[in-house]
């Protein structure tokens, strides 16, 4: 089994940055990527960003690009979301995942998911 836990969400006003981190723990050898989805309320889940584990080759979400970065430390199977020029519609529950599958698009090529942390982004 592996654990997900993220952490780092909080209020922010529309421009800043934020920072989410996420480590995974258990049977660590079994995922090789690693991504962010986000869930707004009455929306689908979204793919925000991924990363594969053993090259570090990231994909990012349309609406991401050029404001989000991922990035990850393999010693410590956590990956980490840089968040900058923030918006009001990047609010929104932001969940990590871990999985076998790369490129790690669709939700379904993640076995192991997080809880979530909230981020909201205000005027």
């Known amino acids: 089994q592996v654990q997900v836990v993220e952490s780092g969400g909080g209020l922010v006003q529309a421009g800043d940055s934020l920072s989410l981190s996420c480590t995974a723990s258990?049977?660590?050898?079994?995922?090789?990527?690693m991504g962010w989805f986000r869930q707004a309320p009455g929306k689908e889940r979204e793919f925000v960003a991924s990363?594969?584990?053993?090259?570090?080759?990231?994909y990012y979400g349309d609406s991401m690009k050029g404001r989000f970065t991922i990035s990850g430390d393999n010693s410590k199977n956590t990956v980490y979301l840089q968040m900058n020029s923030l918006k009001i519609e990047d609010t929104a529950v932001y969940h990590c995942?871990?999985?076998?599958?790369?490129?790690?698009?669709?939700?379904?090529?993640?076995?192991?998911w997080g809880m979530g942390t909230q981020v909201t982004v205000v005027s």
């Open positions: 995942a871990a999985g076998s599958t790369p490129p790690g698009w669709s939700p379904d090529e993640y076995d192991f």
């Open positions: 258990g049977h660590t050898s079994t995922f090789y990527v």
């Open positions: 990363i594969t584990m053993s090259g570090g080759t990231r």
